[in-house]
């Protein structure tokens, strides 16, 4: 059984950092791409960025890029989402996502429930 667990999601303020967790099972993870999208209130959702299998390549949205990082920890099948210098704008449900392909990142095959990060004051 194929499960993605999201956890780190909180309020934060403005200019702060968090750290998102994706505990991943039921499937092989080092040989999976994971990406990190997000939803924002009555938005449609959005990338963040992916992460190749290997944890050696990644990709960024524009509205993260040097803000954002995702890393991957293949003995811990798990993937991070560090989030510095958080806007208000940032505030969404935030998900992690795996496909085997990378050629197919952007059409995950397995989801995780999602995780609420708020930027407020």
């Known amino acids: 059984q194929v499960q993605l667990v999201e956890s780190g999601g909180g309020l934060v303020q403005p200019g702060g950092s968090l750290r998102l967790s994706c505990a991943a099972s039921?499937?092989?993870?080092?040989?999976?791409?994971m990406s990190w999208y997000r939803q924002a209130p009555g938005k449609e959702r959005e990338l963040v960025g992916h992460?190749?299998?290997?944890?050696?390549?990644?990709d960024y949205a524009d509205s993260v890029k040097g803000r954002f990082s995702i890393s991957k920890d293949n003995a811990k099948n798990t993937v991070y989402l560090q989030m510095n210098s958080l806007k208000p704008e940032d505030t969404a449900v935030y998900y992690c996502?795996?496909?085997?392909?990378?050629?197919?990142?952007?059409?995950?095959?397995?989801w995780g429930q999602g995780t609420q990060v708020t930027v407020s004051s």
């Open positions: 996502s795996a496909v085997r392909n990378w050629a197919n990142r952007n059409r995950p095959t397995y």
């Open positions: 039921g499937f092989t993870f080092g040989l999976y791409a």
């Open positions: 992460i190749t299998s290997t944890g050696y390549m990644t």
